[in-house]
């Protein structure tokens, strides 16, 4: 069911504690955090060089280099979860979660109900990361980064848990939840005048060219981060971002999780399959 963004009704402070909304919000990002830190550990036990590729020593322990695979982003999920939980009811943006903390609503049903729409929806993402990469391999073979790796299956495989879980739940905690929110409640107070629309769309494109940008990193680990590169990893991922925003703001934080754990389904196939 469509949501519309509205600021005026959405301004009275819940009744429920903030720190108690807080802690309910940030058990998606525990979770993520643990799908990142078993992904670690796995890839780790398969390719003990990725530790050195990640700036760690390369005599690093795997307990070394997973706590560092979680630390920094530990502190994003925090801090998000706070800006998120303080700004995302103020513009009138939902989650499951937090309105069954603040009034009892379900969480369960809301769920179900929107899993079909949610998951076809974030399938079709999927097939269409995979459509526009194939463009720009055509258009700019540059752009595609090639890898030997022997181990490039079981890499695949083991990064499931990161992918379903920090990919799904905390990148949207990350994003949606915090990065749009603020970015729309910052813009509600220097913006005169009924834009709300608007201003949701600001919000959701520049999360979304953020979200590409913050994939930066991780691919820096195992390939070479030229310009045809870092153009190819932002546009697809901000692509995905404005998808899993309109979804977070038209319905609920929870609607956008789902449809970003179903790209992955669609995106880990074609990487086994291309490994394979």
Do not use: C, K
Request: a negative charge; hydrophobic letters at 60%.
């Amino acid at each position: 069911m469509a949501h519309e963004f509205d600021v005026e009704s959405s301004t009275a402070p819940s009744s429920a504690p903030f720190l108690r909304r807080t802690a309910w919000m940030l058990a998606f990002g525990v979770a993520g955090l643990a799908g990142v830190a078993v992904t670690a550990a796995l890839q780790l036990s398969l390719d003990p060089s990725l530790a050195a590729r990640s700036g760690l020593p390369a005599d690093a322990s795997v307990t070394v280099a997973v706590a560092s695979s979680v630390a920094m982003p530990a502190v994003f999920v925090v801090a998000a979860t706070v800006v998120g939980t303080a700004t995302a009811p103020r513009v009138g943006f939902r989650s499951f979660v937090h309105e069954h903390v603040t009034d009892g609503r379900p969480v369960w049903s809301r769920v179900r109900e929107s899993m079909p729409r949610a998951v076809g929806i974030g399938l079709a993402t999927g097939a269409g990361i995979l459509l526009l990469d194939s463009v720009l391999a055509w258009v700019v073979p540059s752009a595609v980064p090639t890898t030997n790796d022997p181990n490039s299956l079981g890499l695949v495989l083991a990064s499931a848990p990161a992918r379903f879980l920090f990919g799904g739940l905390a990148e949207e905690l990350m994003l949606r939840w915090g990065l749009v929110s603020a970015i729309a409640w910052a813009l509600t107070a220097v913006l005169p005048g009924d834009r709300e629309r608007a201003i949701a769309w600001t919000a959701i494109v520049l999360a979304a060219v953020a979200f590409g940008a913050a994939h930066l990193p991780q691919a820096a680990a195992s390939m070479d981060l030229t310009g045809p590169v870092v153009a190819r990893i932002v546009a697809l991922n901000s692509m995905a971002g404005v998808v899993f925003g309109w979804l977070y703001v038209e319905d609920a934080l929870e609607v956008a999780m789902l449809a970003h754990a179903s790209a992955h389904v669609v995106l880990i196939a074609a990487a086994i399959f291309g490994a394979a």
